[in-house]
Structure formats: structure tokens, C-alpha cells
């Protein structure tokens, strides 16, 4: 890789740092990197073509609108913006090489978190002028350089194209932070129908520079958003007329972080929002939560499910508390392809920098690359979720978090030689 394109990749890295979105409004950052997918060479696919809009739950339309205007302010690509608007920030950009072969597909997310960036002292994106000038937004994930090797990753494919062969398409995904994640939109408009070799990624994690790991086993999640239904009563006239949607909740709260570990696998389960009533006089007659829930295996993921359902459908009924219980976001988790780790381990082997090599881990960790990961898998093709090395100053989701920049380069290396290794194999349809 050229110097050149290693100071692309960074500048693009503290660009999109500088300017952090969240997830459904990442107008600045999805038409900047469209603009620079276009003039690669890649056809762009946008708005509704890339994904599904009713995938979107509960974004208030006016927060969407003043991102999107906020981008136009802020040198996002007139041109492409307007394809954006409501929220479809989905990017998919393809490379058709003409030649028989197959669908390799790279998905990288975009979105940063609503959480204040130290803005003094050490912390290097202060010091050196790339912190977020956004108040209270900060991409504190690493999402920022996800995006950057995304667009290094196409530089490089533009400029090997005579070696490729089939078509490559790049993902780049909104809102992987939060429920409902950006990849069921995308699953849902068929973009992971047709790929025969998937790779979704992430930097950090745990893993330092220069060691890559081919395949990270991710948590399957499940988030909900629950609703109860009471009665409000006068509470010296009247208690015994009130349906008390507050001890509902904090009763099923209760219930459901007692609920037995399960000896086949590891779980974790959250309550992480409950509101209840409205003042001390009255009988509180509306409570909402939101419970998260995270599993290792299927089979227990399945189980805790069934027991949150139970909990709440039994403390509800004892209560005489009307229940409504919504889905706002899953992902599955799905075993990986061991031929495509093997791939990924002799890229990763071929890259200057990339000292240690590990097949497979367990991930503490969701992510909804699961969902295209998911579909893929389903549909028989292969896929991976790899972890890319990279020594963090804080840990993830932090005001202080940053990475090691030099994991960009080691990053695009890795993924342009995937690319390459797949193009050099024999390929029957
Ligand atoms: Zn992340």
C-alpha cells in the first residue's frame, strides 16, 4: 500500500472522527464515502434501493431531518444527499470485474454514540485537532476507522481490478449501535442473498496490534421494548381499584435478573430502562422498559427468551396489567467458515506488521454484521467476522477511547489481500 493511501486512510479516519452521526443519520459520513466509492469506479446503491425504510422503528422524523440538514452545512455531498433523506444512510457500493466468479462481500458500520468526547489533556484526538465538534456525539467504538479502511479497501481493489475476478461489494452499514441495528434493512432489500463469501469486522476488542484474529464468535442479542398497561386510583379513596403498572415492572425486574444461569452456555440480561407513573397520589398506571438480553449459544438464547416472556405474561396477568412486549432489535449468532478463516489467516500472514495469528475466539460482544453473517450462512454461502488488532487508549464506548491508527493500514492490507487470495482460487458457478 502506497504512503500516499496510508494518509488517505488516516485522514478519512480522523474526518469522519471529527464529525460523528448516529446511527439512521450518518448523512455527512455516507455521502462522503459514497462520493469516494463513485469516483473509484464502484456503482452506488442508495435510499431505498439499499435498504428496507420500514426497517427503521421509532426514529422521530424531525431528529432525522436536522441531521441531514446539519450535514449539508457540514460539506456532506450535495448530490448524493438528497437519495439519503428519512434516515436511509445505507451505502452499497459494488465492483464488477466482468469475469466469471464470485460475490465477495465487506461490511463496515459508520455510526458513532451519543456520548461527550473529552475534549482537553492528552487524550491524542484533542491534542492533535481531529476531536468531535460535535456536542455530546463521539465515535467511541472504532466506527470511524471501520469506515476509513472501508474506503482504503476500495483504492486498493480499484487499483488491483485486473486481478479480481466476479464482483465485490462493499457494505457500508448505518446504526450497528442500538436497536434496531442497520443490517436487517440491508438483509431485507436482498443484499445478503447472493454472496458466496462474507466478511464483517471489527477493530479492538481486546486484540493488540498486530495480531489478527480470523474469526471472533459474537453474542446472539435480543432487545426489547415492553409496555404496561395499568389502572390509575385515588390511593386512600380508591387503592383497590388501581392496577399497579410500576410494582408490575419492578416485579418482573426483579424476576427476570434472578432468572437461573443455564449450565449448556453464558448469558447476560439487562433491564436497562424502566419509567413508571406519574405522582405519589395516584396509582401508577403506565410502565415502559427495556431489557436487553445476550447469549453464547442459541439453545440458551432461546431459553432466557422464553423465561423473560414468561415472567412478564404471568407477573402481568397476577397484577391485571395489560402487556405489550415489542422486538426492537435481534441478531442471531452464526457459526463461521473455516475454509474462509484459512483465507483469512494467510492474508493476514502476508500483511507487514501482522505478528500473531489466532483462528477463533469468543467474543463478549454483539454485533449485527451477525444478521448479514446470518443470511449469508443460510443461504450457503461463507463468512467471518475477523478482529483487527489495535492497542486502545480506554476501553470501548469511553469519552477517552482511541485506537492505534497504525491498525488502519494493517487493516486495509488485510482485507485487499483477502480479496486477492479469493480471486486466485478456481471458481465454478
Ligand atoms: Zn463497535
Redesign the pocket.
Known amino acids: 500500500m502506497t504512503e500516499d493511501l496510508s494518509q488517505k486512510v488516516t485522514a478519512w479516519r480522523r474526518d469522519f472522527h471529527k464529525h460523528p452521526e448516529l446511527g439512521f443519520r450518518e448523512f455527512r459520513t455516507a455521502s462522503k464515502a459514497a462520493q469516494v466509492l463513485e469516483e473509484l469506479g464502484f456503482t452506488l446503491h442508495l435510499g431505498a434501493k439499499a435498504m428496507d425504510p420500514t426497517v427503521i422503528l421509532d426514529y422521530p422524523a424531525s431528529l432525522i431531518a436536522a441531521a441531514h440538514d446539519a450535514a449539508i452545512s457540514n460539506g456532506g455531498d450535495p448530490k448524493l444527499l438528497p437519495m439519503m433523506e428519512g434516515g436511509l444512510t445505507a451505502v452499497i457500493a459494488e465492483l464488477d470485474t466482468g469475469r466469471p466468479g464470485p460475490t465477495v462481500a465487506f461490511r463496515f ?1 459508520m455510526d458513532a454514540l451519543p456520548i461527550q468526547e473529552e475534549c482537553h489533556g492528552p487524550h491524542r484526538p484533542a491534542a492533535e485537532g481531529f476531536a468531535s465538534v460535535t456536542d455530546g456525539l463521539m465515535h467511541a ?3 470511524d476507522g ?1 469506515a476509513a479502511i472501508g474506503l482504503g479497501l476500495a483504492s486498493q481493489l480499484a487499483a488491483h481490478q485486473d486481478e479480481l475476478k466476479g464482483r465485490i461489494r462493499l457494505i457500508i452499514q448505518p446504526a ?2 442500538g436497536a434496531p441495528g442497520g443490517a436487517a434493512s440491508i438483509v431485507a432489500r436482498g443484499w445478503g442473498d447472493d454472496i458466496d463469501y462474507f466478511i464483517g469486522c ?1 477493530l479492538g476488542l481486546g486484540v493488540p496490534t498486530g495480531k489478527v484474529v480470523a474469526r471472533a464468535h459474537l453474542l446472539a442479542t435480543t432487545k426489547y421494548r415492553v409496555t404496561l398497561r395499568g389502572r390509575g386510583a385515588h390511593v386512600t379513596y380508591a387503592p383497590h381499584d388501581g392496577r399497579n403498572a410500576l410494582l408490575a415492572a419492578a416485579t418482573a425486574t426483579l424476576a427476570m435478573h434472578s432468572i437461573p444461569p443455564h449450565s449448556h452456555g453464558w448469558f447476560s440480561l439487562n433491564v436497562g430502562v424502566l419509567r413508571a407513573g406519574d405522582e405519589q397520589g395516584v396509582t401508577p398506571s403506565h410502565a415502559t422498559m427495556e431489557v436487553g438480553v445476550w447469549s453464547d449459544t442459541v439453545e440458551v438464547h432461546e431459553y432466557v427468551k422464553g423465561r423473560i416472556t414468561d415472567i412478564l405474561e404471568g407477573v402481568c396477568a397476577s397484577a391485571g396489567v395489560e402487556l405489550e412486549i415489542r422486538h426492537i432489535g435481534e441478531s442471531p449468532t452464526s457459526p463461521q467458515h473455516e475454509e474462509l478463516g484459512a483465507i483469512a489467516l494467510e492474508a493476514a500472514s502476508l500483511v507487514p506488521g501482522v505478528v500473531e495469528l489466532e483462528d477463533e475466539v469468543q467474543c463478549r ?1 454483539a ?1 449485527d454484521a451477525e444478521v448479514l453473517l446470518y443470511r449469508v450462512t443460510e443461504r450457503g454461502g461463507k463468512g467471518i467476522y475477523l478482529l483487527i488488532g489495535s492497542e486502545l487508549v480506554d476501553g ?1 464506548h469511553t469519552p477517552t477511547f482511541d485506537f492505534d491508527e497504525s491498525s488502519l493500514e494493517m487493516g486495509t492490507e488485510l482485507l485487499t489481500n483477502i480479496a486477492l487470495l479469493i480471486s486466485r482460487r478456481p471458481w465454478t458457478e
Open positions: 458500520d467504538c472504532g466506527h471501520h450497528e449501535e471489527h460482544a454485533d470501548h
